[in-house]
């Protein structure tokens, strides 16, 4: 089992910058594909970023797509979203996750351990 806690989320005004931290325990990451996700009120639950679990490859939805930056730190067990030029449309709950290791790193459904979730509000 992995437990996954989410943190740095909060309000910011539209334009700003918030970086958000997901710490893994119970076991380590290092061998995993990494993602964030996030979910507005009355959305499904939509892909944001991945990581794979050397940082050779990262992924990004067209919306986000040069305005956040995913990282990871394997020694601390630890990933990243770094999240810049933020979006009143960005608002929502913000979950990382741990890759299954097999399927789409998109599908929501292909992850298998979830943290708790982060809130994000951006006001204009």
């Known amino acids: 089992q992995v437990q996954l806690v989410e943190s740095g989320g909060g309000l910011v005004q539209a334009g700003g910058s918030l970086r958000l931290s997901c710490a893994a325990s119970?076991?380590?990451?290092?061998?995993?594909?990494m993602g964030w996700f996030r979910q507005a009120p009355g959305k499904e639950r939509e892909f944001v970023t991945s990581i794979t679990w050397n940082s050779a490859s990262t992924y990004y939805a067209d919306s986000v797509k040069g305005r956040f930056t995913i990282s990871r730190d394997n020694a601390k067990n630890t990933v990243y979203l770094q999240m810049d030029s933020l979006k009143p449309e960005d608002t929502a709950d913000y979950y990382c996750?741990?890759?299954?290791?097999?399927?789409?790193?998109?599908?929501?459904?292909?992850?298998?351990?979830w943290g708790q979730g982060t809130q994000v509000t951006v006001s204009i």
């Open positions: 119970g076991r380590t990451i290092t061998s995993f594909m």
């Open positions: 996750a741990v890759h299954g290791g097999i399927g789409n790193y998109a599908s929501p459904d292909r992850y298998a351990f």
